[in-house]
């Protein structure tokens, strides 16, 4: 195989266009001001934004790291998926040991990197973040194997990316009712995931691809995926008594027809549940994204 496709293959088994996950960073680090409104505008220094720029790198070379892991330990069920066994792993075009070899240039660099630029905190994140991929995907515990606990613990990285963010500012950590919202947002995503999975796998399918897919009820799933919804929700509400930011309460109503959207797509869209910020390359729903993110600003100022 001629090297320049060989290392497209090992490119793609990196999964580096999945980078808008991390975004979860500058949400952490901009909620800082929310939390504390007197930080603003003497922290915002070019300093500030190039630091949350190499926590972003940081984070998304762990990120990258876990793919890795992810992409050794589900090769032989990834065969069973109808897109999935199309992957290079799974075609044994490219090698483990290689891949094994990227994953610890890439923790070292990251944790190294890390440890001389940032507050301790940030580093024991991106070590929770590191541990989460581990814990999903690696035997015996493998929670990704286990019904309802394999999206709770995959959502997890949501607030740790958040609180990866959080950091590169903040010393003390954000509100237990912010962090809460986060993850059960994620949670909400990850379940979205898992509704596509149960309604477009056959049976047979699902359960050799995942087998926690086996031990779901689609109506449990769309259950679980509404509990987390509501629990976003209050997690929101709480947040918002709690912080003094009741103004953010003026954007429950699209916030609510937000989460109706994303869970319709997940039931009719297979595409767009496993792949979530694929939603954004919809026109319509990428411009309701930013009305929300502008609702939120107006009503920051408004506090």
């Known amino acids: 195989m ?4 060989k290392s497209s293959l090992y490119l793609a088994s990196l999964r580096l266009d999945r980078w808008p996950r991390s975004i979860a960073i500058v949400v952490g680090t901009a ?6 409104p007197a930080r603003f505008p003497a922290a915002l220094t070019p300093g500030l934004g190039l630091k949350i720029l190499l926590a ?7 990120s990258t790291a876990n793919y890795i892991i992810n992409e050794i330990t589900d090769a032989p069920f990834d065969a069973h998926h109808p897109q999935k066994k199309h992957r290079p792993l799974v075609a044994k075009e490219i090698s483990v040991p290689v891949l094994l070899g990227g994953w610890l240039l890439l923790v070292g660099a990251a944790l190294g990197i890390a440890c001389f630029t940032f507050h301790p905190a940030v580093v024991w994140s991106l070590v929770a973040l590191l541990a989460a ?6 035997p015996p515990l493998r929670f990704k194997d286990l019904p309802y606990l394999d999206s709770t613990l995959e959502s997890a990285n949501n607030p740790i990316r958040f609180l990866v963010g959080w950091y590169v500012l903040a010393t003390s950590g954000p509100p237990l009712s912010l962090l809460a919202a986060w993850w059960a947002f994620g949670n909400f995503l990850m379940i979205g995931k898992r509704v596509a999975e149960k309604k477009f796998l056959s049976a047979g399918e699902a359960a050799a691809y995942r087998r926690s897919l086996s031990r779901y009820s689609a109506g449990g799933l769309v259950a679980f995926m509404t509990a987390n919804g509501l629990a976003f929700l209050a997690m929101f509400i709480v ?8 103004t953010f309460l003026y954007a429950l109503p699209f916030i609510v ?3 109706v959207i994303f869970m319709f797509k997940s039931i009719q869209d297979r595409d767009a549940a496993e792949e979530p910020e694929k939603q954004l390359k919809n026109p319509y729903f990428a411009l309701y994204t930013l009305f929300l993110l502008a609702v939120f600003a107006v009503a920051f100022l408004l506090r």
């Open 133 to 138: 991929g581990i814990l999903y995907n690696v």
């Open 239 to 246: 947040f918002s008594l709690q912080t003094g930011l009741r």
């Open 31 to 36: 909620a800082v001001f929310l939390v504390d």
């Open 56 to 62: 972003f790198v940081l984070t998304w070379m762990i």
């Open 257 to 259: 027809f937000y989460l």
């Open 2 to 5: 001629p090297e320049k496709r």
